[in-house]
């Protein structure tokens, strides 16, 4: 859903596939074929946590703090390395509700990428805090239409989706990325704890490109 906010002049290359981890990023060669494309100016997007959190997955589990800052400050070296611009991103919550309110089921990882943003004087995007405020604002039930399959409560449907490509918008808009230049003309600026209507949600066109996300190479 990311691309829908950029101007034709941005791929987006989704390198993401299910149940990778840092760790598995780069001893499955994931990492070295970015690191093989990636060119000076370019932005390398970084969101980990969901696996990386499994202690039942010892051969990928890291502890948030040491390992885990360890491997996520192996990413933003080497993107610095090639001239690229390292971005973390924390995790996004799980629906898992107390009532009304989230409950954390991401441990201390999402403070831990916050740690690391900090000691490396990278950009940090809170994802974490905003899918908190946007499931919140929907309520226990009705978040359920952001989430796929109907009671899958790590994946998003197509809304979900979009509502969370917006919270990177605005995380590109906060951190004053040069990126930001290139977003939308009719881009309307988001606040998670406001979301779009689900009942309600379509993907309008942007100007000059079609709906259908492109990969870049």
């Not at 010892?58 to 502890?63: E, F, K, L, S």
Request: aromatic share 10%; net charge negative.
């Amino acid at each position: 859903m990311l691309t829908r906010f950029f101007k034709p002049e941005v791929a987006v290359a989704n390198h993401a596939e299910s149940g990778e981890t840092l760790k598995s990023f780069i001893t499955g060669l994931r990492l070295d074929k970015i690191l093989s494309q990636i060119q000076p100016g370019d932005y390398l997007f970084i969101q980990f946590g969901h696996n990386d959190m499994k202690e039942n997955w010892p051969q990928t589990y890291v502890q948030p703090f040491t390992t885990h800052k360890a491997y996520l400050k192996v990413f933003i070296a080497e993107a610095r390395r090639r001239g690229a611009i390292p971005v973390l991103v924390t995790p996004m919550q799980r629906h898992n509700f107390d009532g009304a309110k989230v409950r954390n089921t991401l441990n201390d990882f999402p403070e831990s990428v916050r740690e690391t943003a900090a000691e490396e004087e990278v950009p940090l995007i809170d994802l974490t805090k905003m899918s908190i405020d946007f499931y919140e604002a929907l309520g226990p039930e009705k978040s359920w239409l952001a989430f796929s399959g109907g009671r899958d409560a790590t994946h998003h449907s197509a809304y979900g989706a979009y509502e969370l490509a917006k919270c990177i918008v605005e995380g590109i808009r906060s951190n004053n990325l040069a990126l930001a230049k290139f977003i939308v003309d009719d881009y309307q600026p988001f606040d998670p704890a406001h979301p779009d209507s689900p009942e309600a949600f379509d993907v309008p066109a942007s100007p000059g490109r079609s709906n259908v996300p492109r990969r870049g190479n």
